[in-house]
């Protein structure tokens, strides 16, 4: 169903935290719907409860629109939903005009948008110069050094001893981030275990008091993708980010990869303005519609 999802509209239904979930079976706090005509999945809605509020994705095989499917399930996931739960959060794809009338005929309003941005990797601008010590043999060009105060150092992510270091780092830079900085060790854990795990892929920023940001680089299917990139907040202000995303892209051009995506939130202004400034440019927006309950 999902497949034929994405064939239609041209973007997948689910993002990775539904995916997984899928995988992992049942968790407190979570719930997954399906409708079935005979043996066929023709809708799926995945819910899952966060703090007083809930955040779901549904999808309804395009066969089946316009029929009440779609009305039927999000019903279902409200009556699952507990008497103190006020509000429920649910992501559209694609910012497609459909999801956006089948949400605002619902009661829900726009709350949040998120964009996937995209560069090539062909003619990367290499820094001149990498900071001393950087571990690394990328090679050099014509571009801004790459730098780093003193005492900073690079390195790749070390399996089983940085696990708690990046976890406080994580929730630290995203502690304003309704997703990303809530992971727990079970979450790191998973993507541990994905095929497309690399801690080579995972440059990790220290000074000797400890880890001061990460730049964690994905590849799927030949393109390379900023899959978390983060700052504590005592290293923000210094140009960590703007050098970790030179490494990361460094990391993935030294490894033939040609195409990189990363996401942003619109309201990380901060974020948006770095990206572009390393020649992103938006190819795709997904929303949030939120409905008070």
Same mark, same amino acid.
């Given at each position: 169903m999902a497949h034929r999802c994405e064939s239609a509209d041209g973007i997948a239904p689910f993002n990775e935290q539904t995916t997984l979930a899928l995988s992992r079976g049942a968790a407190p706090g979570r719930m997954h719907f399906l409708v079935r005509q005979d043996d066929t999945v023709i809708a799926y809605a995945g819910a899952e409860v966060v703090g007083d509020g809930a955040e779901a994705e549904l999808a309804v095989d395009p066969d089946h629109r316009g029929r009440g499917v779609g009305t039927a399930l999000l019903a279902e996931v409200t009556a699952w939903l507990e008497a103190e739960i006020t509000q429920l959060r649910v992501w559209a794809h694609g910012d497609r005009p459909d999801s956006s009338a089948f949400a605002a005929s619902r009661g829900f309003e726009r709350s949040r948008v998120l964009f996937q941005f995209a560069r090539g990797l062909e003619g990367f601008a290499w820094p001149a110069a990498w900071p001393e010590g950087i571990g690394r043999n990328w090679p050099t060009g014509d571009a801004p050094n790459a730098v780093l105060r003193p005492g900073v150092r690079l390195r790749p992510f070390r399996v089983g001893a940085d696990e708690a270091s990046w976890l406080r780092v994580n929730a630290a830079a995203f502690a304003a981030h309704p997703e990303q900085g809530r992971w727990t060790a079970a979450d790191l854990a998973a993507r541990e275990a994905e095929t497309w795990f690399d801690?080579? $892929?995972?440059?990790?920023?220290?000074?000797?008091? !400890?880890?001061?940001?990460?730049?964690?680089?994905?590849?799927?299917?030949?393109?390379?993708?900023?899959?978390?990139? $983060?700052?504590?907040?005592?290293?923000?202000?210094? !140009?960590?980010g703007r050098t970790l995303t030179l490494a990361g892209l460094a990391h993935l051009a030294a490894h033939g990869i040609r195409q990189v995506d990363l996401y942003a939130d619109e309201s990380n202004t901060k974020a948006v303005n770095l990206y572009r400034s390393q020649g992103f440019e938006v190819v795709r927006t997904d929303v949030q519609w939120t409905r008070r309950l």
């Open positions: 801690p080579d $892929g995972l440059i990790v920023a220290e000074d000797d008091a !400890g880890m001061l940001g990460f730049h964690w680089t994905k590849v799927e299917h030949g393109v390379g993708e900023v899959y978390v990139l $983060g700052v504590d907040p005592r290293a923000q202000g210094t !140009g960590l």
